[in-house]
């Protein structure tokens, strides 16, 4: 089937590069001594994330349990959970534990203790990792040592649990302003993570995993000595921010959204029949900026985007794009490209994404686990 066969809007997922960006990743990870465990909330396909294994990749990770379960169902069999997930959920994450081997994030000493209470309940052992701030101000403890050595021996002393060791996300390196101060956002992370290791371990504390993860930083955190995984989770797809960080080029980013012109009510303003329903609101992420809700390339070949179409209002089914400094020969019927903003919340909007290479659909891919967030 071609492209033009299909419907709009449609994601869809250049099939060269996202078997070049999985490969890529690998060989970051696989030669700096880490385990790539990617993050699957991007892609949310159990196929893909079987790629990923295939690969080399050591498990995954999901953020809620009703992904692990998809992913559980699709049989995939080792899984981590890099999330606060709460004890509400324990006879769910017990019935994974049957199927998988399991490892979920705590920071917070109550939900260690109901974490414990409920594993001694059915006499079961759960794998954690200690969650550590650093520097997102999102969840963790902070890696203030005294503390932070108190909160994992703490943890070691809780029957039903198993200390793994310690696991961050660095998500301030979406909004850092230069390389510099990107590089400097990893470099802190794995020294924080590294003395916080260390501290552990002078106080008696085993500390077999230092788990690191986010696609803005991972090549840099690739070359830090001491640290275990890497979970980065873009990287599959990478979009409109990415390529602003400069962790991608606009040449690797593998999500797009085929989009149809409905209207055209001026010479400078056409509409996109994708709304925030499909390319959602979020904003663009680094140091440059982008303005606007996507990128347009004006034709589905078209390599670079157009900079003068800018995707300036969003409604739920509508994208308005006005023209900057003129007019534009886009008319109603014609087809365009979108790279979105932020590609994993695109992905979790469509029940499928439409798998290609150019203009040929190779395979309908289902979004098994898209919006499963319970
Ligand atoms: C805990 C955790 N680990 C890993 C990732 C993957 O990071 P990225 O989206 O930068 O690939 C995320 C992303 O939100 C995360 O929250």
């Not at 663009?284 to 179409?309: I, K, N, Q």
Request: aromatic share 4%; with cysteine.
């Amino acid at each position: 089937m071609q492209l033009t066969e299909l419907p709009t809007p449609q994601v869809l997922i250049d099939r060269g590069r996202l078997m070049a960006n999985i490969k890529r990743m690998q060989t970051v990870a696989t030669s700096g001594g880490l385990t790539l465990r990617p993050h699957t909330k991007t892609h949310k396909s159990p196929r893909i994330a079987k790629w990923q294994l295939e690969q080399g990749a050591k498990g995954i990770c999901c953020a809620k349990v009703s992904e692990a379960e998809v992913f559980a169902d699709a049989g995939i069999s080792d899984i981590r959970l890099p999330y606060p997930i709460n004890p509400f959920s324990a006879t769910r994450v017990m019935a994974l534990m049957d199927r998988v081997k399991l490892s979920l994030a705590v920071d917070h000493p109550k939900v260690a203790e109901q974490w414990s209470e409920a594993m001694c309940a059915c006499n079961r052992q759960l794998d954690v990792l200690v969650k550590v701030d650093v520097g997102y101000q999102r969840c963790g403890i902070a890696p203030e040592m005294t503390q932070a050595v108190a909160f994992l021996s703490h943890v070691t002393t809780l029957p039903g649990l198993r200390l793994r060791g310690l696991l961050s996300h660095a998500g301030q390196s979406y909004d850092v302003g230069s390389a510099e101060e990107l590089a400097a956002v990893a470099k802190n992370e794995a020294e924080t993570l590294r003395a916080l290791a260390d501290g552990a371990r002078q106080a008696g504390v085993k500390i077999d995993e230092i788990s690191v993860g986010s696609t803005a930083t991972a090549m840099l955190s690739a070359s830090e000595p001491d640290l275990t995984e890497l979970r980065p989770g873009n990287y599959v797809y990478y979009d409109r921010s990415q390529v602003a960080i400069g962790s991608a080029s606009l040449d690797d980013c593998a999500l797009s959204v085929m989009a149809t012109v409905v209207s055209k009510p001026a010479s400078n303003r056409i509409v996109l029949d994708c709304g925030s329903k499909t390319l959602t609101s979020d904003t663009g992420r680094g140091m440059v900026r982008p303005v606007g809700y996507g990128a347009v390339f004006a034709t589905l070949d078209e390599a670079t985007p157009d900079d003068s179409l800018q995707i300036t209002r969003l409604s739920e089914e509508h994208g308005v794009v006005e023209v900057q400094n003129g007019a534009t020969a886009l008319e109603p019927g014609d087809r365009v490209r979108v790279l979105p903003n932020h590609s994993c919340v695109v992905s979790n909007l469509v029940d499928a994404v439409q798998l290609v290479d150019g203009w040929t659909v190779i395979e309908t891919l289902p979004i098994e686990a898209r919006g499963k967030i319970v």
